[in-house]
């Protein structure tokens, strides 16, 4: 049994998604994990990860279009407002979506679908640096 971690810095010029599958599978290829498991984590509670359509781009803007009618930025909605208006609402974000995701290794490779990337979801309106764990396990063959 084989294991990596490594601390993945993603940059959000602003809200939003950002693709980050590249620097990920870097991380993987660089590994000799055969078959395993990579599990990713976001250290951040106004930030999150999905896995989401990476061929058109409409997807994403109504990602983020509806993710602005569910949990709105509405001064008179929310107490919370330490950081900002947008404060809040980028914590609500976060509990809809996750921190954490889980992609499973097979011949070296993450196994995601063909028109599937990892992408962090930057809910906050100013450009941010996440810090995220990519934590892999498993056997070389």
Do not use: K
């Amino acid at each position: 049994m084989q294991q990596a971690i490594r601390h993945l810095h993603v940059r959000a010029p602003a809200q939003g998604l950002v693709d980050f599958t590249a620097l990920v599978r870097e991380f993987v290829n660089e590994q000799s994990i055969q078959t395993g498991i990579l599990t990713l984590f976001c250290h951040h509670t106004s930030a999150s990860l999905i896995i989401q359509e990476n061929a058109d781009p409409s997807v994403r803007r109504d990602l983020e279009t509806y993710f602005d009618t569910i949990a709105p930025e509405d001064p008179e909605r929310y107490e919370h407002d330490t950081e900002g208006p947008d404060d809040m609402p980028a914590h609500l974000r976060t509990v809809l979506t996750q921190v954490q995701l889980s992609v499973p290794i097979e011949h070296g490779r993450m196994t995601l679908g063909t028109w599937q990337g990892i992408y962090l979801f930057e809910h906050r309106r100013r450009p941010q640096t996440r810090d995220n764990v990519a934590h892999i396990i498993g056997h070389s063959e």
